[in-house]
């Protein structure tokens, strides 16, 4: 019999100290600055009702949602149709795709504030294929405003996510924004059959990924004619070109953010939904101005994201070096009126927990002590282990993290144990039967060898200076 692999699924990953420690300090950076926006906490099951789930995401995303078999006699029951069997007979439940649609679910369900601000860390699951900052098994950081179509609902989102970036060392981003009724007026501007609208958003979504000539090849298989598909890309890259420097009311403006939006005016004007878009990104724009997410912010026509659920204005987050995007949203006011409740507008930015990492491992942008591990691994000899547990007590009431050395053992082989990797612990205690006699410790900074003994509510004092103070620990010896 062979050995079982200790790999876990593909696109799915374990998550050792330092990992966890890494993502707790991205994790608590969120929440600290969607707290200070106003946003509640809000979590929800892992598993949803594939009623719940189904529909909203577009058939391509309904693809890849995971479902859950039937357990026992009802999965048992499903299999003795044999070829008859369809895919609702065998799961009727499912893993959550993003954290959208069940806060959807929820506001349509309780009786919420008229504003409702939450936001959510939560996992999602996608049977997508794996790639670099892409993953089956993933974390989302939603931000989200429900109860309100105010464009300061888009502009709070929009700021408290580039603050959040901000707050993590990132000052390279761009959040491109767009509106979904702006893509509708150039698809008709185009010429594309309106049943084709759906068709025509996939493919120009994926532009980044496979190129104009891989848009156009996609737009032909869906059935959209090549005069069709090159005017539509014409309109969609308009933004590539320099848009002018004065917003729609005339003003004079940095060129970079709006570039486009005049050009696209002349073409759309004859169309009243996609100037009225228009008009609401270039107010959005200006709304932004005056918050975090100002210096961010550039208007993207090409800019279409999947999804099927958006209604009004789209976002997406770019970085340099990553192919794919840290995160996205839009305002989606049809979703909490398909759970059979009347209409609530809602908007909402979702940050892509595991992408944003991958960008700071490979930048170095994490701070050097993340709290992973002992500051002090506690060694001991020829003394009563309670005895030594009781001074571990008395570290710990100081604020040090400190790991006992468990078993009885020469004083060599347990520094190697706090010098190995995945320990690393900066500082050994060493306890004899004089330092237990006089309330004594011996501390030995473990790179440079300096070695002090003091009293042991000195402790912390001690490695606080060898850690952060800048003073070479040869000093102490």
């Known amino acids: 019999m062979s050995k079982a692999s200790t790999k876990p699924p593909s696109g799915m990953r374990d998550f050792l100290p330092a990992d966890v420690a890494r993502r707790t300090h991205v994790i608590e950076v969120v929440r600290r600055i969607y707290g200070r926006y106003g946003f509640a906490p809000l979590e929800t099951p892992t598993i949803e009702n594939l009623s719940t789930l189904l529909g909203k995401y577009g058939d391509e995303g309904d693809q890849l949602l995971y479902r859950i078999l039937h357990r026992r006699d009802a999965l048992a029951r499903a299999l003795e149709k044999g070829a008859e069997v369809k895919e609702l007979d065998l799961a009727d439940q499912g893993l959550r795709y993003d954290l959208t649609v069940p806060l959807a679910r929820v506001v349509a369900g309780y009786d919420l504030p008229r504003f409702f601000k939450r936001y959510q860390i939560q996992p999602v699951w996608r049977a997508d294929r794996p790639g670099r900052g892409r993953f089956r098994e993933f974390y989302q950081c939603d931000v989200d405003i429900t109860g309100t179509t105010s464009l300061a609902a888009e502009a709070e989102v929009c700021a408290a996510v580039a603050e959040v970036l901000q707050a993590l060392g990132f000052d390279d981003f761009v959040i491109k924004v767009n509106h979904r009724e702006l893509l509708r007026a150039m698809i008709r501007a185009a010429g594309v059959d309106e049943k084709l ?32 598909a090159n005017t539509l890309l014409e309109l969609v890259l308009i933004g590539e070109r320099d848009g002018g420097v004065t917003n729609l009311a005339g003003e004079p403006m940095a060129a970079a953010p709006r570039a486009g939006l005049v050009d696209l005016q002349t073409r759309l004007q004859a169309d009243e939904r996609g100037a009225a878009a228009l008009g609401a990104v270039d107010q959005l724009l200006t709304l932004c101005a005056h918050t975090p997410a100002a210096k961010h912010l550039r208007f993207a026509p090409d800019l279409a994201r999947g999804l099927s659920y958006y209604t009004g204005a789209i976002f997406e987050i770019a970085v340099a070096d990553l192919p794919s995007s840290l995160g996205g949203g839009g305002r989606y006011d049809g979703l909490v009126g398909m759970f059979g409740k009347k209409e609530i507008p809602a908007v909402g930015f979702s940050l892509g927990l595991e992408r944003i990492l991958v960008v700071m491992e490979e930048r170095g942008m994490f701070p050097s002590d993340l709290g992973v591990g002992p500051e002090l691994l506690l060694c001991w000899l020829d003394v009563d282990l309670a005895d030594v547990l009781a001074v571990a007590a008395r570290l710990r009431a100081q604020g040090l993290r400190v790991e006992v050395y468990p078993e009885a053992a020469k004083l060599g082989r347990q520094l190697g144990y706090g010098d190995s990797p995945g320990v690393k612990a900066p500082v050994a205690g060493i306890l004899g039967k004089d330092e237990l006699r006089h309330g004594m410790i011996t501390l030995k900074h473990l790179q440079s060898g300096a070695q002090v003994r003091l009293r042991t509510e000195e402790a912390a004092a001690q490695i606080a200076e060898w850690r952060g103070d800048g003073e070479d620990p040869e000093s102490a010896d």
């Open 197 to 228: 609208e759906g068709s025509a958003l996939v493919a120009i979504d994926k532009l980044d990924k496979i190129g104009q000539d891989g848009v156009r090849a996609e737009l032909a298989e869906r059935g959209i004619t090549a005069e069709s």
